[in-house]
């Protein structure tokens, strides 16, 4: 473990310094109290044989001393247990949240690249770990080697050859643990894997039930699920045949300990070189060598875990959002919508250039229509607007301003993006339109429900604007949820507006009525309109048709029609379908 990992690591102790502390201070002393009571046991044996019950005030006294130490350990306990566990819960919430904080700026080609199961492992699975990895390892290392040298410096001073007897197991016992241990850890650790696995495939499956269920493939989908189930119980069978072998051995140490110190110590109190209290002492004391060597166990996998799902955590966090603001970003006093692409081109990765050479100017408050061949870059054009993705050359301004020298925030509250495939969050209606500008009244949630064309079909809702929608909007029809997302955009208010496909999978009476919300969105805003549907743009004020070149023609419905090129060709295609 590098320096700058470790202090890494012990910086998430700083904002709990003082419960740390006294985690580590109870757990001493409940160490310490633990090397005592045997001694205080063998100091009332001893006075029971060579005095008999002559004394029995001072055996009672020393009973009543023993309890109270007793009593005092408990409470010891007690708080490590409680305040050592909350003192991880404490850092595991710190780190999930920080997580997630961090998963919310992660730009989007991070989420072309990554599964949303991942990511909720780390969030989920990985952060219990570190909760653990936190509270145990520097408690149960401290209770070890507490326990562990007291008791060998305390039977050294009784009776060393003995000592000496039981101290010989030791190493043995380490060799055998750590040996078995490394297997099943190993185990352990692809068993994790296999479940991060396990936790995307469930992901995937069940986000796209419909499409399963549509197909008919849940057998198809049963089968891949049963192939990484199948892996996941071959790993943990791994895991249990080492743990097996593992807490077989340390028993068998366990067993012949007491009988080594029966026999060694046997024949030392027939030479006389040891007192019977002085083996009750050995027999007493012989679980505090046992016991950190199987703490060893645990430790040492809660260490494997924590490791592993610390390195997670440091690669989450290390990986920096591929888009940022910039040092000084401009804050600007108000934004009308003025759009200009010089010499744009794109490209995902290292494939193929999606633009090319990009050159437009959109003026504030222009409607204009994108139109062309799937995949020939409508829809990166409008991403590149609010900075989802960043061209690899050229330049796009915003009212003359290059977009990168807005502040994000401001930049995407200014552009409000209505899309094909509507996500709605678990929750209401009112809840929903009101993400667009969160902590808004009533009155403006029914307001931009109205402008949206929502307000009549929520009212019949059963319980209106507090009506629960379901998961992602289950419980609503295509078109309702794509006028609440209009009403969500109503409320945002932005000067520049995308619509991506917004109505091509609805059906014609939804996109009529949808498209009446759009066009009353549309008002004054600059808007860029990507159609599938060619009718719904024939009022465009300007329509831009794209090729694998750029741009290949412009001008409005009437003009492209009578020019007779690709757009006319697209209109008449679009007509017969």
């Given at each position: 473990m590098n320096k700058t990992y470790f202090y890494k690591l012990i910086s998430f102790y700083k904002p709990y310094w003082g419960l740390f502390t006294a985690d580590l201070l109870s757990a001493l002393t409940a160490s310490g109290i633990a090397l005592v009571l045997p001694l205080g046991i063998r100091y009332i044996a001893d006075h029971l044989l060579e005095n008999g019950f002559n004394q029995p005030a001072r055996i009672l006294w020393a009973g009543l001393a023993l309890a109270v130490l007793v009593l005092v350990q408990a409470l010891c306990t007690y708080f490590k247990d409680y305040q050592g566990h909350y003192l991880g819960a404490k850092i595991e919430r710190d780190m999930r949240a920080q997580m997630f904080r961090h998963c919310e700026r992660l730009s989007f080609s991070y989420y072309d690249d990554h599964t949303i199961g991942d990511l909720m492992s780390r969030i989920s699975s990985d952060s219990l770990s570190l909760a653990e990895f936190f509270h145990h390892i520097p408690e149960d290392l401290l209770v070890n080697i507490v326990k562990f040298t007291g008791a060998a410096v305390i039977l050294l001073t009784i009776h060393w050859q003995t000592a000496l007897v039981i101290l010989g197991f030791v190493p043995f016992m380490v060799i055998y643990t750590l040996h078995?241990?490394?297997?099943?850890?190993?185990?352990?650790?692809?068993?994790?894997?296999?479940?991060?696995?396990?936790?995307?495939?469930v992901e995937d499956s069940l986000s796209g039930i419909r499409v399963v269920q549509s197909f008919a493939n849940e057998e198809l989908e049963y089968k891949k699920f049963s192939r990484q189930n199948q892996r996941f119980l071959e790993d943990r069978r791994a895991g249990y045949r080492s743990e097996a072998q593992l807490y077989c051995g340390m028993d068998t140490f366990a067993a012949l300990m007491p009988i080594a110190?029966?026999?060694f110590g046997g024949l030392a109190i027939l030479n006389g070189a040891m007192s019977l209290t002085d083996l009750l002492a050995f027999l007493l004391y012989i679980s505090y060598f046992t016991a950190p060597v199987q703490s060893l166990v645990n430790t040492s996998r809660l260490i494997q875990e924590g490791r592993t799902s610390f390195r997670r955590y440091l690669d989450l966090m290390g990986t920096e959002p591929a888009i940022q603001d910039t040092p000084s970003p401009t804050e600007p006093a108000d934004i009308r919508g003025k759009m200009e692409f010089r010499q744009v081109s794109f490209r995902y990765d290292e494939g193929q250039t999606v633009l090319r050479g990009l050159d437009l100017t959109i003026e504030a408050g222009e409607y204009v229509a994108l139109v062309g061949a799937s995949g020939i870059g409508k829809t990166t054009l409008c991403s590149?607007?609010?900075?989802?993705?960043?061209?690899?050359?050229?330049?796009?301004?915003?009212?003359?301003?290059?977009?990168?020298?807005?502040?994000?925030?401001?930049?995407?509250?200014?552009?409000?993006?209505?899309?094909?495939?509507?996500?709605?969050f678990s929750g209401t209606v009112a809840e929903n339109i009101a993400y667009g500008r969160p902590g808004v009244g009533r009155e403006e949630i029914i307001a931009a429900a109205k402008r949206a064309g929502a307000h009549e079909f929520i009212e019949q809702l059963a319980g209106g604007y507090d009506a629960d929608i379901g998961p992602h909007g289950i419980k609503l029809s295509g078109g309702q949820k794509q006028r609440l997302s209009i009403a969500r955009v109503f409320l945002k208010n932005p000067p520049v507006l995308i619509f991506d496909e917004a109505t091509s999978a609805l059906d014609n009476h939804s996109e009529k009525t949808v498209q009446r919300s759009l066009e009353?969105?549309?008002?004054?805003?600059?808007?860029?309109?990507?159609?599938?549907?060619?009718?719904?743009?024939?009022?465009?004020?300007?329509?831009?048709?794209?090729?694998?070149?750029?741009?290949?023609?412009?001008?409005?419905?009437?003009?492209?029609?009578?020019?007779?090129?690709?757009?006319?060709?697209?209109?008449?295609?679009?007509?017969?379908?």
């Open positions: 078995f241990n490394k297997k099943m850890n190993a185990a352990m650790s692809q068993a994790r894997e296999s479940m991060s696995g396990i936790n995307s495939q110190v029966a026999a590149l607007i609010p900075r989802f993705y960043e061209p690899q050359q050229g330049q796009i301004l915003l009212d003359g301003v290059p977009v990168e020298n807005y502040p994000l925030r401001t930049l995407r509250q200014n552009v409000g993006i209505v899309q094909q495939d509507v996500y709605l009353e969105l549309a008002r004054r805003r600059t808007t860029l309109v990507i159609a599938h549907r060619l009718s719904t743009i024939s009022g465009a004020g300007c329509i831009l048709v794209l090729d694998e070149n750029g741009i290949c023609e412009r001008g409005t419905h009437q003009e492209l029609m009578a020019r007779g090129g690709v757009y006319a060709n697209f209109y008449r295609s679009s007509m017969e379908l």
